[in-house]
C-alpha cells in the first residue's frame, strides 16, 4: 500500500495513545495510596477483547482502503504474530517465575516488556525493508533461517530445554550482577535502591533486562516471518504492533491454560517451516525460476488451520491427562480404602 506520512505518524500516535490510557485505567499511576493491584482474569478478558477487536477493525479499515489482497497480508501477519507473541509469553511466563515477581507487579513487568518489543521490532522492520529492497536474495537467507528455527524449535521442545533453561542466570543478568550489586528482595517496582551507603539494582531491574533480551531474540524470529507473508512495512509493523498490544491482558488470562496449550510449539515450527519455504519459493521466482508461488490466501488458511488444529490438540490431550490422573487418584483411594478394611479385618 502507498502510505502517506501523516497516516504513520497519525497511526504510532494512535497506539501510545492507547497505551496510556492502558496504563491510567488498569495502573492508576496517579494514585500514591492504593498502590498497584492484582490483575483480575475477568478485567483481563475485557481488556484482552478490546485490543483483538480493535485489531480486527483496522483489518477492515486495511481492506475498505488498501483492497482484499492487503488486508489478507494483514490478517495472515497478524496472527502470525499474535500465534509468535502467545509463545512469548511462556517464556516471559518462566522468566517471571524464575525471578518470583509478586503478582501485583507483574503487569508492570510485562508492560515494559511490550514496550521493549514494540521498539525492537520497529527497530528490525526498518532493517528488514531496507535489505529487501537492497538485495532480493534475501528471502533465500530469511527462508532458510525460519526452516532452522522451526527444526530447533521441535528439538528443544523435545529436549526440555524450553523448560529447563534457567532465566534467572542468562549471559545479560550476568552481566549486570559484575556490575552493580543485586538486592536480596523487591523495593516495589523500583529498579535502584540504597543499601547500607551503596546503590543496588532490584530484582525488578533483573527481570527488564532478561525480557528485554528475550524480546530481542523473539524479534529476530519474527520479524523475518511477517515479512515472507508481505513485504508492505506499514502492514508489518501495524501487524506486529496489534499482535503485542493487548500482550500483558491476555497473559493474565492464559496464566491457568500456559501448561496446557502442550502442542503450541509444534504448531509455531509448522507455520515457521511453511513459512520459509513460501520464501525460498518467492525468491526463486523472482530470480526466473519457474515454480509454484503460494498466495496469501492459502497462507491465512494453513495458518488458522494449524493454530486451530493445535490449540484444540492441547486441550483435549491436557483433558485427557487430568482425567487419567483424577482416575489414578480414585484407583489409589480405593486401594487405600481395601488396604484399611483388610487391616481392620486382621
Known amino acids: 500500500m502507498d502510505v502517506p506520512t501523516w497516516v504513520w505518524f ?6 501510545v495513545a492507547i497505551l496510556a490510557v492502558d ?18 482474569v475477568k478485567q ?14 483496522f483489518g477492515f479499515g486495511v481492506w475498505y482502503f488498501g483492497g482484499a489482497t492487503a488486508a489478507g497480508e494483514y490478517f495472515a501477519g497478524f496472527i502470525t504474530e499474535k500465534s509468535l507473541s ?27 516488556g511490550i514496550v521493549i518489543a514494540l521498539v525492537m521490532r520497529g527497530i528490525f522492520i526498518a532493517v528488514g525493508a531496507q535489505a529487501i529492497n537492497a538485495w532480493s536474495e534475501v528471502f533465500y537467507l530469511f527462508g532458510a533461517f525460519l ?6 524449535i521441535v528439538r528443544d521442545h523435545m529436549k526440555g530445554d524450553d523448560e529447563n533453561e534457567d532465566y534467572s542466570d542468562s549471559f545479560a543478568v550476568r552481566m549486570v550482577r559484575k556490575v552493580w550489586p543485586v538486592a536480596d528482595d523487591y523495593h516495589g517496582a523500583r529498579l535502584t535502591v540504597r543499601l547500607d551507603g551503596r546503590r543496588h539494582v ?14 530481542l531474540v523473539f524479534a529476530v524470529d519474527s520479524i523475518p516471518a511477517i515479512f515472507g507473508l508481505t513485504q508492505d512495512a506499514y502492514i508489518v509493523f501495524t501487524a506486529n504492533a496489534f499482535a503485542l ?25 509448522i507455520i515457521m517451516a511453511f513459512i520459509g519455504v513460501k520464501m525460498i519459493l518467492h525468491a526463486l521466482h523472482e530470480n526466473g525460476v519457474h515454480v509454484p508461488e503460494i498466495g496469501i490466501a492459502t497462507s491465512l488458511t494453513v495458518i488458522i488451520g494449524v ?21 489414578a487418584d480414585g484407583d489409589a483411594g480405593e486401594d487405600d480404602g481395601e488396604g484399611v478394611r483388610a487391616d481392620r479385618t486382621n
Open 86 to 112: 502467545v509463545d512469548n509469553l511462556f517464556v516471559f511466563y518462566l522468566i517471571i517465575g524464575a525471578f518470583a515477581v509478586p503478582k501485583k507487579y507483574q503487569h508492570e513487568v510485562l508492560l515494559v
Open 245 to 269: 498490544l493487548g500482550l500483558r491482558q491476555l497473559y493474565f488470562l492464559l496464566a491457568g491454560l500456559m501448561d496446557r496449550l502442550v502442542y503450541i510449539s509444534w504448531g509455531l515450527s
Open 307 to 327: 493454530m486451530a488444529v493445535t490449540i484444540v490438540a492441547s486441550l483435549l490431550s491436557s483433558r485427557g491427562g487430568s482425567a487419567r490422573e483424577a482416575s
Open 202 to 215: 532490584t530484582p525488578m531491574l533483573m527481570v527488564i533486562v532478561a525480557i528485554g533480551v528475550t524480546d
Open 147 to 152: 526452516i532452522y528455527t522451526a527444526v530447533k
Open 44 to 57: 483481563a478478558a475485557w481488556w484482552a477483547a478490546f485490543y483483538m477487536a480493535i485489531a480486527v477493525v
Open 23 to 40: 496504563l491510567a485505567i488498569v495502573d492508576h499511576p496517579w494514585s500514591k495510596k492504593s498502590g498497584p493491584k492484582e490483575f483480575g
Open 10 to 15: 497519525a497511526t504510532i500516535g494512535a497506539m
